[in-house]
Structures are given as C-alpha cells and as structure tokens.
C-alpha cells in the first residue's frame, strides 16, 4: 500500500508492506497456535534513502493488519512533512504501527547521516548477544526432543512455553534430556495464582531460573509483594514507562518488546526507567524477521535476558539478515538496519 507524498511535493514518501513469513512446524502458546509470522514493514523514503521497520499487529491487544495500516495512516502526510521521533511519541499511541515508523525513521535517519543507529542514540557499539530459543507448547515427549534438537544446535538457554495443566511434566521432560542448559518458563497468562504457588517451589528444584508472565496482566494486582522462590518477569504486564510503578512490587524483571512500547524510542526509556526503579530486564520479540530483531539488539547490552530467536522460528528469513552462530546472534550489517 503507498500513501502520497503532501500536495507541496515533500520528498519524503510512506510505503507500508504486508508481508506473511512461515513459521517452521508451528508456534503454540497458552493462548492458541498459530502458523505463519504475520508483519507489516514501513519504508520511509528520502531523497536516496530509505528507511525500514517492521512491526507484528497482535491480537492479544487488539491489532490486526487493518488496525494498524488505519492508525498510521493519519500521521502518513505528517511523516512526508519531516515529522520527528520525538513529534511521533505523541502523535501515536504505543503499539506496533507506532514501532514500525519509529525504527523506519531511526534507520533513515542513520543512513541519511551516515552514522550507525546505536551513536545516533548514544548507545555503546553492539556486540554479540546469547539469545534463548523458545519451545513451542506441546506434550512432554515433544518439548524434550525439540530441546534435545536444540541443545545440538548451540543452544545453552530454553524458554518453555507453559500453559498450565502438564506443566511440570512438561519441564521435568526437558530438564532430562538438557541437564546443563538454563531454562525459564513462559505461561503467557496462562497460570493461575494457586498454579504458580505450587508450580515454583518445584521449578526451583529443577533449576529454572524466570517465570514470564505466570497470570493474566488484569489480575497481577495479587502479586503485590509476593515472594516467589523464582523470579517473575512482566511481559503482557508491561508495555511502556507507565506501567512500571504498578509493577515494581510485583516483578523482579520486565520484558521490552519494541511492539508493546511503540518503537525504539520508548522502548530505550523505558529499559532505563526500569533500571533506575531496580527492575532487571528481558528484551523480547514476536515472532517476526531479522528486521525487527536489528533495532532490538540494541537494548540488549542493558538486559539481563535476551530473547530474539523470532527468525530462528521461521522458514526461511529475510536477505539479508542477522547471524546466528548457535545462541549467538552477531550485531546488524547497515544493509539491514541502522
């Protein structure tokens, strides 16, 4: 879809694409299955440049494809004017339309400037990162082979998907078949309080080391100085700055996805908010292509946890993308953001 440039012949110009990215065998959590990577990438161009982001609309908060091209089409003849990042954080609530202009305006900026994404933002150089690599929901026996299969690929830290029922059986299963590998478990709101009363004792036994989002982000109020023998993460808790006065007395870490925040801009005040608050972080993905892991990398040197195996999820990924050695994901070539 392409919107026009403003009738005064601005150069700058909004392109957004809807593009479906297969994922390999499947991707299940607690709150259903789904089977291709579905995205949307904005290209903002310049002169000779152009700038890309790309964003996953979510159902969990209430996007689709169509909501989001309907919310970026108000500020499109803005974007042609010269809007800026910082103009853009209050023309648009956080969410992924907001996340695909915001990294597209980062990398146009980088490449009109000839200065990498991370100096533009005051941001050390990146260096390689150890991501997870995530376990689709299913039957004990199924999610012991996927983590054997992984551990053979170089991969040293497993996230669970949980849903509930099974659980342990589902941890215990993995654990034997990957004694040295650390493992956290995501239930994506899929627990109940009772759940993770009895469930984390046990998990601390078998060396889990992070709980994500063991209840729904609506009824987290009951965790509000709870101690639990594992620490909690907030993911679907937990989308930007606002949020985080609730959560400090409930979560011991947050997880900073670039679509829950709106775009990198918010997504690198927030990880500093949390910081400061004594919050350790996860940066996180949906499951989506190395275009949207690149400007993700970038909070990574501030994380505690990283987790941006979205385009190990997939098929096939975009050319060109990022490296992944095992665990190991290498920082973004410019060609593909930045």
Known sequence: MRFPATADMSPRTVVVHHERWPIRGGFRIARGEKREADVLVVEI????????????????YGETHDSVVADITPVVDHIADGMSRTELQDAMPPGAARNALDCALIDLEAKQSQTPAYALLGLAQPKPLTTTFTLSLDRPEIMAEAASAALKRGHRLLKLKVSGAGDLERVRAVRAQAPQAQLIVDANEGWSFEDLKVLAPELVGLGVTLIEQPLSAKNDEILQDFVSEVPLCADESCHTRADLPRLKARYQYINVKLDKAGGLTEALALARAANELGLSLMVGCMVSTSL???PAMLLGALAEYVDLDGPLLLERDRKPGLNYEGDVIYPSPTTLWG
């Open 45 to 60: 161009a310049h002169g000779d440049h152009v700038g890309r982001g790309e964003s996953v609309p979510y159902a969990r």
């Open 292 to 294: 949207a892991m690149a």
